[in-house]
């Protein structure tokens, strides 16, 4: 599917996961922590918002805190009528459970969706972009890379929706890439903020 006016794009940030390896050492939720001045989900939220993308949908855990400082920062980009906090109440069982529920909300007219994860603060802006222009016939989802590590955000096509109501467990997509093969195009990404993640308090500061 070659991006044109037509494609109805919409994106997704993951942030429902508990980040109990932050919280064990830091006693704090980790997508509220300040990382650079902000909230650490606000760098995956100005990504998302960067993106040809209709809507972005905020995945949460219920946290009321986290859906407000994603409400102020639509607002603040003006962006305040195009997002939708979707809460996963089964966002325990791990990240497959925060996949599904984003992929059974997002509207039935979306051709493809980026998929953000909260903790990746550092994704380059226009990235979204590239990673529309490759999503062409033949191509199912696309991905960026860096130095050979394939990094987020993931855009996938509509072909992979099903796949992606049905996921459960903790592992995310994996699965559902491996198995589009050749399908997977990889978009080289001069940035190593496709790879850039939190996990502990330490890598706040890294």
């Known amino acids: 599917m070659a991006e ?28 509220l922590a300040p990382f650079e001045g902000r909230p650490l989900v606000a760098g995956a939220l100005d990504a998302a918002f960067a993106a040809p993308a209709r809507r972005v949908l905020l995945v949460t855990d219920g946290d ?3 859906a407000k400082v994603a409400r102020d920062q639509a607002q603040a980009l003006g962006r305040a009528d195009d997002l939708d906090i979707v809460v996963a109440t089964d966002a325990a ?34 990235l979204a972009r590239d990673l529309a222009q490759a999503l062409v016939p033949g191509v199912d989802a696309v991905a960026p890379c860096f130095s050979g590590r394939r990094g987020h955000p993931v855009l ?7 796949a992606l109501r049905n996921l459960g467990g903790d592992l995310g997509a994996r699965e559902v ?14 940035d190593a903020g496709v790879l850039f993640d939190v996990d502990r308090p330490g ?4």
């Open 4 to 31: 044109r006016k037509s494609t109805r794009c919409d994106a997704v940030v993951l942030a429902a996961g508990a980040g109990r390896r932050f919280a064990e050492q830091s006693g704090g939720r980790k997508l």
């Open 64 to 66: 009321a805190e986290l």
């Open 93 to 126: 069982e791990g990240m497959g459970a925060s996949l599904r529920a984003a992929a059974r909300a997002l509207p039935t007219d979306c051709d493809a969706a980026f998929v953000f994860l909260g903790d990746m603060p550092r994704v380059p802006l226009g």
């Open 156 to 162: 996938f096509g509509k072909v992979c929706f099903p």
């Open 177 to 190: 890439l491996a198995a589009l093969d050749e399908r997977l195009a990889l978009v080289e990404s001069g």
């Open 203 to 206: 890598d706040l500061t890294r």
